[in-house]
């Protein structure tokens, strides 16, 4: 099949994915979890409802939020309170449920907070350099990592701007979970990028007649069913982890499985078809 002929396709789509997460990220912003805003978090183990845990608060709090995944719940309160505060709550909840156990109390200050923006930025920075030098070592080739580092960030950018979206209208929340998610991501991402480029560099060495356009078709035609087969099979399984949790775990498995359908999606329509470009614009000057 004639990939590289039909790029133009992906290119639109990828074009408005991005649209649509800039649109998002402009008129929704992230909804950020106490972990990056600072506040106090309870954690703990009850069989009692989110309303009924709800209910259980004393009336001195009033901006926090309620989580609860199987038998484990957290309760994110919006301001850092005093310990005497937090021994209120604690004792509240515990009169009012036999069946309620406080794991802990974590009181996360906003400096903190911000401090995990900006360690959270410096780590993926961090990645995307050391993974653009290691491409280049292995494959010998500048364009090759430019165009798997277009791909893996274009992967990261829809995500996020889908969490904007989720954010605004399904309440989801960016926290440490959702983070590991998102570089979870960027190594799928390149994983089947490189299986791709590392096929290019395969049959070029086999056969120096073929022209870039039928290397790279070929290559896609050799490993388009093994990283289908590869990504579904992970699909399924987050799948059935989204059936069985709530709160951040279940937009845990869910940013997975989008990462891992658009993942699947950019390795071949977008890392390839960039490198053909880019290669292309290259001879043309």
Same mark, same amino acid.
């Given at each position: ?98 069946? #309620? ?110 022209? #870039? ?24 399984? #987050? ?47």
């Amino acid at each position: 099949m004639n990939f590289i002929k039909y790029r133009y396709l992906p290119y639109i789509l990828s074009v408005l994915l991005i649209l649509f997460g800039i649109y998002s990220l402009v008129f929704y912003g992230f909804k950020l979890s106490v972990d990056f805003t600072g506040g106090t978090k309870i954690s703990g183990l009850t069989s009692s409802s989110v309303s009924e845990i709800e209910n259980f608060m004393p009336d001195g709090i009033e901006k926090f939020e309620v989580k609860k995944a199987g038998e484990s719940f957290t309760i994110n309160i919006d301001s850092v309170v005093s310990e005497e505060d937090s021994l209120l709550v604690k004792n509240s909840l515990q009169d009012s449920a036999a069946n #309620l156990v406080i794991e802990g109390v974590e009181f996360i200050q906003p400096a903190v907070g911000n401090e995990l923006v900006l360690k959270t930025g410096l780590a993926v920075l961090f990645s995307v350099v050391v993974i653009f030098i290691f491409i280049t070592y292995s494959f010998k080739d500048l364009i090759g990592a430019s165009s798997a580092i277009i791909a893996m960030l274009h992967d990261t950018f829809i995500l996020i701007g889908l969490f904007a979206f989720f954010g605004h209208f399904f309440s989801a929340e960016i926290d440490l979970l959702l983070i590991t998610a998102v570089l979870t991501v960027l190594s799928f991402s390149l994983y089947d990028t490189i299986v791709i480029f590392d096929k290019i560099k395969e049959i070029r060495s086999k056969s120096s007649t073929l022209s #870039l356009k039928q290397v790279i078709n070929n290559s896609l035609e050799t490993t388009m069913v093994r990283s289908v087969n590869n990504s579904l099979t992970s699909v399924l399984a #987050l799948y059935a982890l989204i059936l069985f949790v709530s709160g951040s775990l279940f937009w845990f498995a869910t940013a997975l499985i989008i990462g891992v359908i658009i993942g699947t999606y950019s390795s071949p329509f977008v890392a390839a078809n960039v490198y053909y470009d880019l290669k292309m614009w290259r001879k043309k000057k």
